[in-house]
């Protein structure tokens, strides 16, 4: 870890050319994921060099674009939760903002890391996806449904790195993260459902987040029932050390029952 | 890297890449952050970069350059009174943390409820003697 060499560019222009040009390098924001697996020494390969993207005033801010609202990849979740513009018009990603670690976590942890990372677990990734969020980079705009392409995998070039995030603006989204305890807890199940559009986004349930689309389509017809029916057959869910495969599928059909109750009583 | 500790100028050698926590134990010899699991779970390394709360074994240290860090060994609150009065404290592991995030809450805060306490101090772990005596601390701060 001593060797690793730190960068830090000047503007996002500095740091799209040095992320292109430096071999082996890794990009830095908050540092909740990647600083702990580079003192574990747990990433292969092993980087030569970690650029800092933290600082950089392109990545901070959460502002209107348009119909949308954008939000800065190297934004903290602390950011999120105290932007009225959030709570205005994405209160379930202010939501589930607040369940991520507690302060201390929530002072570091960016939407950009959260996204890179691409853990199943990613607390905000089944909100992304209930929202049809854009993930926007250097280079283009991927739909976030398109974005996880496999365990820890994602649409991401070599040498491509995300600098925002859009959502559209008045969205129903509702939220619900199943852990161990309120606070500091990987999820076992996180869920988020839009009914209009129908979307229904769960993480922990498979090597990705993933949109139930089983579900989805049952839900679009108006039928509540069949998408808490036909969502088991949605995920891929596993045994390891949070939970099990047999209490996520049920835990799953109850929190999306609750959800789309929660929506039926308005 | 030059930052303030504590007020103080503060300069490291080294590469940026090192984690805040080991060069505060190690090359600047405050000891008073203690590593707890290394992987932002515990809290026990809480530090403040510009008065937020951070779990120091997360931050490189090239991310303070030009910041204000304050540790335990900077901090000077009527908690820390408290925390002797109401004998919220047994091993110390997680003391500094706890009461670096009481700060930080009681500083945005000043008459927070006990659910605040709880919530402002999610992120530190007691294993020896639960958080009773902690949270009634921070509460008899409260002004």
Known sequence: MRDVTYLRPRDLKDAVQVYRTTPGCRLLAGGTDLMVMLHARTLRPEPRAVIDLWSLPELKGIRRVDDMLEIGAAESYTGIIRSALAQQHVPALVAAARTIGAAQIQNRGTLGGNLANASPAGDTLPVLLAYDAVVVTDRRAIPVDRFFTGYRKTALQADELITAVRLPLGRQVVFHKVGTRAAQAISKVVMAVCREPARVAIGSVAEIPLRATRAEAALANGDAAGAVAAVAGDIRPIDDVRSTAVYRRAVTQNVLAELLDAFARG | ?143
Request: charged content about 20%; proline content about 2%; glycine content about 12%.
């Open chain 2, 1 to 143: 890297m030059r930052f303030t500790l504590n007020g103080r100028d503060s300069s490291v050698e080294g590469s940026g890449s090192r984690r805040l926590l080991d060069v505060l134990r190690e090359d600047l010899r405050h000891t008073g952050t203690k590593e707890g699991c290394g992987e932002g779970e515990c809290g026990a390394c809480s530090v403040l970069i510009d008065g937020e709360v951070v779990n120091s074994c997360l931050v490189a240290v090239g991310q303070v350059e030009g910041r204000h860090v304050v540790t335990i060994e900077g901090l000077q609150s009527p908690l820390q009174q408290a925390f002797i009065e109401y004998g919220a404290a047994q091993c110390g592991i997680c003391t500094p943390g706890m009461l670096l995030a009481a700060h930080v809450l009681l500083q945005r805060t000043r008459r927070p409820s006990e659910d605040d306490v709880r919530e402002a101090l999610a992120g530190n772990l007691c294993r020896c003697t639960g958080y009773t005596k902690i949270i009634e601390a921070v509460l008899s701060c409260a002004t």
